[in-house]
């Protein structure tokens, strides 16, 4: 149904707040419990203002879980994505894949295996997606110690210290030892006089100080390349530059030192899942056949589960209604497929929707045969550029979207280690760091992120109720002449329970489906 501006107005059918159903992290088998919608046609910016009141799809079944209710609460996150830096667990898996594809060579660690969360996969069903696997080999830097610190800690528990003998070796001796001992004296030969540094060569440095003059270099060739004939700098979005303090940013990892040598090519292609492009029909298949051995592999489904009505479903129809914009991305709006083939063969999918704020990450499967590239973190990662790159095409896109933070399942904590990060407070709707969520949900697992103050309630709650959007018998009318017409029970409550959830300005401009 198109308005009178000719744009595609969104239709919703609401449920209302459903009976549990098996979770998902604590295999609670009626903990997960949520409102839900069929919906039959989604705007992007209805979905952007759905989301970020803690709403999310799954295929064309949009849920919200009852927060204060559910066993696991699931909080929104986002990341903003142009302040991203990638930590050193990030820094290994770009590193790995830049020497994978440059020598051929293949890094393996016991934990490369190590799946994501489980997922449930049922249409109409509440489902939580994974956006990237945590690879469990990796350690924090914090947790990490000098080993000379560490040496002398573990000795000085066990009350002796070690002393390096004449031989070379090193001896143990009880702590306090040495008052009682009798010194000896080492006896080691004079070492022979030096001629010094050969000052016809240029004098040593460290290779990170190389490195570092070497990309300051390719800056400001850049830079001269592409400035102006008035001296004026243009800035080239997605640019592989290093920062301000030196580091190598996220997009210099995506690179490989020498192309022309090179033992594999790695090329991400984006495709238009729906409505489906030509690249998308074409490459279908192939994209399902690497799902099929995903689930089967990764998530132990027997072999008719995974079948292609259920991938459809599941992660080829969507709501969203494509969009193109006069001042927007050329690619346009809508549900995706980012495919990453290597030397032309599909090894992962990511699924994604670019909506007017955001890319907001929905599901990856990838071929199991490649878990040694820890392909959920380096697509997050990819994902997380590809925003950036968005950016610097249009302003108003520059967050990352990364499902739902579920802190009560600690294996659901690995998306806040990409920052800085954000979750949504369930009763304000307002954004909050993610450093200061943390401690109340050590508390309890259900929390509000703001205070009660007046000016941190919920902008767009709902206050007019009458003003409802409605679509009746073909026919587009307000709630109160609804209300009027309407033969049957009173459905006041549901309508009430609907409009509170997608908030106001949502609720005027969708259409509820009422038969």
């Known amino acids: 149904?198109?308005?009178?501006?000719?744009?595609?107005?969104?239709?919703?059918?609401?449920?209302?707040?459903?009976?549990?159903?098996?979770?998902?992290?604590?295999?609670?088998?009626?903990?997960?419990?949520?409102?839900?919608?069929?919906?039959?046609?989604?705007?992007?910016?209805?979905?952007?203002?759905?989301?970020?009141?803690?709403?999310?799809?799954?295929?064309?079944?949009?849920?919200?879980?009852?927060?204060?209710?559910?066993?696991?609460?699931?909080?929104?996150?986002?990341?903003?994505?142009?302040?991203?830096?990638?930590?050193?667990?990030?820094?290994?898996?770009?590193?790995?894949?830049?020497?994978?594809?440059?020598?051929?060579?293949?890094?393996?660690?016991?934990?490369?295996?190590?799946?994501?969360?489980?997922?449930?996969?049922?249409?109409g069903s509440p489902i939580s997606f994974k956006v990237c696997i945590q690879d469990k080999g990796d350690v924090a830097a914090e947790d990490l110690k000098p080993l000379?610190?560490?040496?002398?800690?573990?000795?000085?528990?066990?009350?002796?210290?070690?002393?390096?003998?004449?031989?070379?070796?090193?001896?143990?001796?009880?702590?306090?030892?040495?008052q009682a001992a009798e010194p000896k004296t080492a006896f080691l030969p004079t070492p022979k006089p030096g001629i010094g540094a050969d000052a016809s060569k240029p004098p040593c440095r460290k290779a990170k100080d190389i490195r570092k003059d070497r990309r300051l270099k390719k800056l400001q060739l850049q830079n001269s390349d592409h400035s102006t004939s008035s001296g004026e700098t243009v800035t080239i979005p997605n640019a592989s530059k290093p920062n301000t303090n030196g580091t190598k940013s996220l997009e210099e990892f995506f690179t490989v030192a020498d192309p022309e040598k090179a033992s594999h090519r790695l090329e991400v292609r984006l495709v238009r899942s729906s409505p489906p492009s030509p690249q998308f029909k074409a490459s279908f298949q192939e994209s399902y056949q690497?799902?099929?051995?995903?689930?089967?592999?990764?998530?132990?489904?027997?072999?008719?589960?995974p079948c292609i009505s259920q991938f459809t479903r599941f992660l080829c129809d969507s709501p969203l209604e494509s969009e193109t914009r006069p001042d927007g991305l050329a690619c346009g709006y809508g549900s995706f497929h980012q495919q990453y083939l290597l030397d032309g063969k599909i090894i992962a999918v990511g699924v994604i929707d670019i909506l007017p704020s955001c890319v907001s990450s929905v599901y990856l499967y990838y071929d199991p045969d490649y878990s040694f590239l820890s392909l959920g973190v380096y697509s997050?990662?990819?994902?997380?550029?590809?925003?950036?790159?968005?950016?610097?095409?249009?302003?108003?896109?520059?967050?990352?979207?990364?499902?739902?933070?579920?802190?009560?399942?600690?294996k659901m904590r690995y998306k806040g280690q990409y920052k800085p990060s954000e979750l949504l407070c369930p009763e304000s709707f307002m954004w909050v760091s993610i450093e200061k969520c943390i401690p109340l949900l050590e508390r309890n697992k259900y929390s509000r992120f703001n205070s009660n103050h007046p000016e941190d309630r919920d902008k767009n709650r709902l206050t007019e109720l009458g003003r409802v959007r409605v679509l009746h018998k073909r026919t587009v009318m307000p709630y109160s002449i609804y209300k009027k017409k309407r033969k049957g029970p009173n459905?006041?409550?549901t309508v009430k329970q609907y409009a509170s959830l997608v908030g106001q300005t949502c609720a005027e401009r969708m259409l509820l489906y009422r038969s």
């Open 1 to 123: 149904m198109a308005s009178s501006g000719g744009g595609v107005l969104s239709i919703l059918e609401y449920f209302g707040g459903e009976s549990g159903n098996r979770c998902g992290y604590c295999k609670s088998e009626a903990g997960n419990v949520s409102h839900g919608m069929w919906a039959h046609s989604l705007t992007v910016q209805d979905y952007q203002d759905l989301i970020d009141r803690g709403w999310r799809r799954s295929g064309k079944y949009v849920y919200k879980p009852l927060m204060n209710e559910t066993c696991c609460p699931q909080y929104t996150i986002r990341l903003c994505a142009t302040d991203f830096h990638p930590n050193k667990s990030h820094k290994k898996v770009l590193k790995k894949m830049q020497k994978f594809l440059q020598t051929g060579e293949v890094s393996r660690s016991t934990n490369d295996e190590t799946s994501g969360e489980p997922m449930e996969s049922q249409a």
């Open 491 to 493: 459905d006041e409550t």
């Open 290 to 305: 690497v799902y099929k051995r995903y689930q089967m592999t990764i998530h132990k489904d027997p072999p008719d589960k």
């Open 380 to 410: 997050a990662l990819r994902e997380i550029s590809f925003t950036r790159e968005l950016h610097g095409k249009t302003a108003d896109l520059s967050y990352y979207y990364m499902g739902f933070y579920i802190y009560s399942c600690p």
């Open 148 to 178: 000379s610190t560490e040496l002398e800690e573990t000795e000085e528990e066990n009350g002796k210290e070690l002393h390096l003998n004449t031989d070379g070796n090193l001896n143990e001796k009880p702590v306090g030892s040495e």
